[in-house]
């Protein structure tokens, strides 16, 4: 509770300083005469404005700040010298008008930056589908088969005379079982495909990492590596479902694709989960590969860096964007005695602060 409290206090820092200072700047300039260009101010207003209003917002700020500039003029028109007042009033307009078509630009061009950041991040999921798409076969085909076989004993256990109806319907269960467990296969592809807004709702990491083993057990057995999980009893974290398995899903292949450049040794990957030291969720992805240079260690999260061959070097810089826009942070270190490690950190939710 006390977390949630501080968190709404800093969103409504920005907004009242700015309110304060508008006040400020429209008392001095109302008790001053019209020699003194005090409205220039409004434009560090307009600028404040920019970190907590949409472009429609800032228009809207821009168009008060020159409301309580004239409010003032008119206020003060019988002090000071006529023609300075006027050329101040101008000069201080057009820098306000000036500042709030810079302000809605930058702020266009932030958007634009979050729009085509989503995108890419989609780009990147639809990529790593395809890469995957022998690993999903497998894991679709396996529990229709299961149907499939299952049908066909509930047909024979009915056409027994007299028909066995307790192995019948035990079939039938076996049947209906595999085919949720196609769907839900099914459904993670779908909600990792889709392009829509991240939801962020308390989830239960451990199980999101079972999830994404599961839709990639082919790619383990294709591969032919050992992949053990370490899960520990963690706090629940809030967070994007889809976003957060797309992180652990480009580690987890990553790792993988280690195992290909080692000839000889073992195979394994380990995927843990713990309570980390801030109090939060730490996850970790351990592979016995070739691991990385030390110099390089600061260029993995960058974009467009990669050591893979054919590699677009987006999967490490995505993973990081996704993990920072939920408050967390993401590094990578090396194994013992050779591979890597990569893990990622994610504050507790809010249910478990309340």
């Known amino acids: 509770m006390a977390q949630n409290l501080r968190a709404v206090g800093k969103s409504l820092l920005l907004p009242i300083t700015t309110a304060a200072l508008t006040a ?23 600028l404040l404005s920019v970190g907590f209003c949409k472009k429609n917002g800032i228009v809207f700020v821009g168009a008060g700040c020159i409301a309580l500039t004239l409010l003032a003029d008119v206020m003060t028109a019988n002090t000071g010298v006529s023609e300075a007042g006027v050329i101040n009033t101008a000069i201080s307009l057009l820098a306000i008008t000036s500042t709030t078509f810079l302000a809605v630009k930058i702020q266009s061009a932030k958007e634009t930056a979050i729009t085509a950041r989503s995108q890419l991040a989609r780009v990147t999921r639809v990529t790593t589908l395809g890469e995957l798409a022998a690993s999903i076969a497998h894991e679709v085909s396996q529990p229709l088969a299961g149907a499939v076989i299952n049908g066909n004993a509930c047909l024979e256990w009915l056409a027994d005379q007299p028909p066995n109806i307790d192995e019948a319907r035990k079939a039938i269960t076996r049947l209906v079982k595999d085919t949720h467990r196609a769907n839900d296969v099914i459904a993670q592809i779908r909600a990792l495909t889709k392009g829509s807004n991240p939801e962020k709702r ?98 993995l999260f960058d974009a467009f860096y990669t050591t ?17 826009s939920h408050c967390g942070r993401i590094w990578a270190a090396p194994n013992s005695p050779h591979g890597a490690v990569f893990q990622f950190a994610l504050p507790i939710g809010r249910e478990m602060t309340a």
């Not at 400020?24 to 307009?46: N, S």
């Not at 990491?205 to 370490?230: K, M, R, W, Y």
């Not at 730490?282 to 990385?292: A, Y």
């Not at 893979?308 to 920072?324: F, Q, W």
Request: overall charge negative.
């Open 308 to 324: 893979k061959p054919g590699g677009m070097g987006m999967g490490l810089a995505i993973s990081r964007s996704i993990v920072e």
């Open 24 to 46: 400020g700047i429209f008392v001095a300039d109302a008790i001053t005469d019209l020699e003194i260009a005090f409205p220039v101010f409004y434009t560090a207003i307009v």
């Open 202 to 299: 308390p989830l239960d990491i451990n199980e999101i990492i079972l999830a994404t083993v599961t839709l990639i057990d082919g790619e383990i057995q294709q591969n032919q590596v050992s992949l053990q999980t370490q899960l520990s009893n963690v706090p629940i974290v809030d967070g994007d479902r889809i976003q957060l398995q797309q992180v652990i899903l480009n580690l987890t292949l990553n790792a993988i694709e280690a195992m290909n450049l080692v000839p000889t040794g073992p195979r394994r990957v380990t995927i843990s989960s713990a309570k980390s030291d801030s109090n939060g969720v730490l996850i970790s992805v351990q592979d016995s590969g070739v691991g990385f240079a030390e110099e390089n260690r600061d260029r």
